[in-house]
């Protein structure tokens, strides 16, 4: 049988889209980079759906009708190479949220179509004009995490001494804690760079509003008798403040003056 006579069908007609998005087209684009996505799985394919929509929506059909067809060839369509190239870097940033930057881009750059060279058409603007961006940059200097480790282990070396119960330990604990977050809970966009200051402090330079300390405040024995106010400072016992009451009897001091010093960390301009 000769083999150039064998019956076939027609070859499929095969459709070509090639031209830019519109901008309503990209509006809808920027929208489902931004939009709240589970992961950049989710991410990737609401922004290839989009694409894929707006090209596909002149033959009456949607991504959705060709996702999974093994015949559909996304090379038969084409978007200018300014569009394709905003659109990869936008959601490469966005991505960048999950850590997942570097394979969100491969996986969008393998699933949209394909680009062509069009110089007459501009790069649109897909990050969001009147929001803030998606990060909150914390930079930490080398030194600043060692001070960090440091703060962490005086809290361990107070709980030791005197239990996780105790209020050393606890008000210490919290104003650790209430500090980290005020530096992870800073206005997106803004970027703050984190410095030694200090064997428990910390120095913080924010673009926002200057710099700021976080400083460890140590909280001085104290007498524990009650009606008498006594403090210790320098190894010596006096009036907590000028009218304070100090019974003349052995101060009973809240806590040792050498073993870990309690106290709290404190923002300061
Ligand atoms: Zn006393």
Do not use: K
């Not at 038969?76 to 850590?99: F, K, L, S």
């Not at 440091?150 to 361990?156: D, E, G, I, M």
């Not at 909280?219 to 403090?231: K, Q, S």
């Amino acid at each position: 049988m000769n083999p150039w006579f064998t019956p076939t069908s027609p070859p499929p007609t095969v459709t070509v889209v090639r031209r830019p998005l519109s901008d309503s087209e990209l509006d809808i684009v920027r929208a489902r980079i931004h939009e709240d996505a589970a992961g950049p799985y989710e991410l990737v394919d609401a922004v290839v759906t989009a694409v894929f929509d707006a090209l596909l929506t002149d033959q009456g059909v949607t991504y959705r009708d060709h996702r999974d067809d093994a015949l559909f060839d996304r090379n038969n369509y084409a978007i200018p190479v300014t569009q394709w190239t905003a659109i990869v870097t936008t959601v490469t940033d966005r991505a960048y949220t999950w850590g997942a930057a570097a394979s969100a881009g491969m996986n969008l750059a393998a699933l949209l179509p394909a680009s062509y060279d069009d110089p007459a058409v501009p790069t649109p603007l897909l990050t969001l004009v009147d929001t803030q961006p998606h990060l909150v940059r914390l930079d930490i200097s080398r030194d600043a995490t060692a001070t960090v480790a440091a703060c962490q282990q005086h809290l361990v070396d107070l709980a030791d001494a005197y239990g996780t119960d105790s209020d050393l330990y606890r008000v210490a604990a919290a104003s650790w804690s209430l500090q980290l977050t005020a530096l992870i809970s800073a206005p997106p966009g803004a970027h703050r760079v984190l410095h030694p200051d200090g064997p428990l402090s910390l120095y913080v330079s924010t673009d926002d509003a200057g710099h700021y300390g976080i400083v460890f405040d140590p909280l001085a024995p104290h007498c524990t008798v009650e009606g008498c106010h006594a403090v210790a400072a320098d190894g010596q016992w006096q009036p907590s403040h000028r009218d304070a009451t100090v019974i003349d009897h052995e101060h009973q001091p809240s806590h040792p003056a050498d073993g870990p010093q309690p106290g709290r960390w404190e923002a300061r301009p």
